[in-house]
């Protein structure tokens, strides 16, 4: 460590700003998945955009390595610091002002460590909707969702973080601000930085605050779980009822028979959602800002559904309880994976309409490299994102992890860019998929990313060893 980088940052952030202690730095030394830790330097946590400046001036001046952290629920090691001990994590969560919210524009302006789930509410007390939504909502970062452009729920209708964000303003890693908190839903005045910075996963700045897109907030929503023999009649359902629906349909997510049993077997009070068994299941939902006729339009498309047989069981919900109940089982896949197994987890993302060949292909060459395999596969597949995982016992060696890791990632990996997919569509790059996609991207595509890399950060301080 740099001689005078303590006292230097002391007087930059104050006692509340900095944490030393070796037992109150460890949250911030481990990810969510228990799957990767490291050692800081010491924990920054900034109270502001001048303090967090006033930092990576510092930092820049004495070529300290930064890893950004927000709400640390990221799934792929993004924000968790290198085994060194050199390197300073700064913290994002003392800057939690909503600073604006315009309902006349549909914007609201927060800073970083906004809590995703506070962001929604404060829109709702506008009477308005911010429709990013996670299963970590509760403890994920605004600023964290727009590093890794966060997904989740609602992409098919309202798309990911990146077309959440109008503006944004970002610490770059010699000290500067750019002020880019621009409210404006056209704005043609040069290269988009903006969009340089979301997705970039605290390798280029850091985001100190953002100005959000709101939508009219639905007042009805209609919510239904489904049973089907295949993936195929998934993906043609989901077809149909975009066509009958439109922008009503703002969820498909499905779960494989497998993933259910898991998350029965592990989530408390978790209740199957139809007596019948079934290959494959979605959860489905419709919302709207006009209170009728929803939930006829839902019976409808899945009336038609059953008697097509793309369909075999259907439950509409008939409360507000019941719904929940569905939501809670979905949701529960992140904690009974974790609670069951080891995971191998696979973030990718397909054409729709290549999604079930993929299935197919995927799922004989696991089975055929690996007899016995566990595939967990669920996702997002309004939006063509699987989370096609495998489940390794709990006590597999790390070693054992690793060579299965390597070998199971050639093979989905491989499949996933024969079908024109991406191997990392919403969790991050991090330090989990780095070298996959070093391996996958164009010679062309990662150099241009190298130079973008170079110009912003060419201390290469802002955190090392992710994405790229
Ligand atoms: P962190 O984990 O703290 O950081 C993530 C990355 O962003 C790191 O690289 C970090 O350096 C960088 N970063 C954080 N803040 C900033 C900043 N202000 N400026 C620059 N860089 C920054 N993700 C989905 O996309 N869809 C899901 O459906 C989903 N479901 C989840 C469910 C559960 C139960 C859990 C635990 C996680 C889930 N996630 C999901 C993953 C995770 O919640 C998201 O990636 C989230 O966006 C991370 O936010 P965070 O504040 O926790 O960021
Ligand atoms: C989800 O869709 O549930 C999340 O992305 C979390 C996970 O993959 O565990
Ligand atoms: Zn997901």
């Known amino acids: 460590m740099h001689p005078r980088l303590l006292e230097r940052l002391h007087a930059a952030v104050g006692d509340a700003g900095l944490v030393l202690d070796d037992e ?8 969510w998945l228990r799957k990767f830790t490291g050692r800081s330097s010491v924990v920054v946590r900034p109270a502001d955009t001048a303090q967090t400046a006033e930092v990576m001036r510092i930092c820049h001046e004495t070529h300290t390595p930064v890893v950004t952290q927000g709400g640390n629920t990221g799934m792929s090691g993004g924000a968790t610091p290198d085994g060194s ?12 002002a909503i600073r604006s919210v315009d309902p006349l524009n549909n914007t609201l302006t927060a800073e970083a460590g906004v809590l995703l ?8 007390a506008v009477d308005r909707f911010f429709p990013l939504s996670l299963g970590s909502e509760g403890s994920c970062t605004i600023g964290g969702n727009l590093a890794t452009n966060a997904g989740g729920i609602a992409v098919l209708r309202y798309g990911n973080a990146r077309e959440l964000a109008l503006g944004l303003e970002v610490v770059l890693p010699d000290g500067r601000v750019w002020h880019g908190l621009r409210a404006l839903r056209k704005d043609n005045t040069g290269y988009d930085l903006r969009d340089l910075f979301i997705g970039s996963e ?19 929503r209609a919510t239904a779980w489904v049973g089907a023999a295949s993936i195929d009649a998934l993906v043609r359902l989901l077809a149909q009822l975009r066509a009958a629906c439109g922008e009503r349909l703002v969820a498909f997510e499905m779960l494989s028979a497998e993933s259910l049993e898991l998350i029965l077997a592990h989530v408390a009070d978790s209740r199957a959602p139809l007596a019948s068994a079934h290959a494959f299941h979605a959860l489905i939902e419709l919302a709207d800002t006009q209170a009728q006729g929803l939930a006829e339009l839902l019976e409808g498309g899945l009336g038609e559904a059953l008697e097509q047989s793309l369909v075999d069981d259907v439950a509409v919900s008939v409360s507000g309880a019941q719904t929940q109940a569905f939501w809670k089982i979905r949701e529960g896949i992140s904690q009974a994976q974790m609670r069951a197994g080891k ?43 699987l989370h ?3 489940l390794m016992p709990l006590d597999t060696a790390p070693e054992a992890m690793a060579t299965a890791t390597a070998r199971l990632n050639r093979i989905v990996h491989d499949l ?23 391996h996958y991207k164009s010679e062309v595509e990662f150099d241009l990313m190298m130079r973008i890399k170079q110009s912003l950060d060419p201390n290469q301080i802002m955190n090392p060893g992710k994405l790229i």
């Open 388 to 390: 096609y995982n495998v």
């Open 24 to 31: 109150a730095r460890a949250p911030y030394e481990t990810d």
């Open 416 to 438: 996933v860019a024969e079908a024109g997919g991406s191997i990392s569509a919403e969790h991050g790059v991090g330090q989990l998929r780095r070298d996959e996609l070093r």
């Open 202 to 220: 605290g390798t280029l700045g850091i985001i100190t605050a953002a100005v959000l897109k709101l939508h009219a907030r639905p007042v009805a």
């Open 343 to 385: 995971a191998v987890k696979h973030d990718i993302a397909l054409p729709i309409s290549a999604l079930a060949a993929f299935v197919h292909r995927a799922d004989a060459a696991l089975r055929e490299a690996m007899p016995g395999v566990r595939i967990i596969d669920f996702g997002h597949l309004g939006d063509g994102n």
């Open 117 to 124: 789930a506070h962001i929604q509410a404060a829109a709702q």
């Open 85 to 96: 001990g050199a390197q300073v994590v700064l913290s994002t969560v003392r800057m939690k």
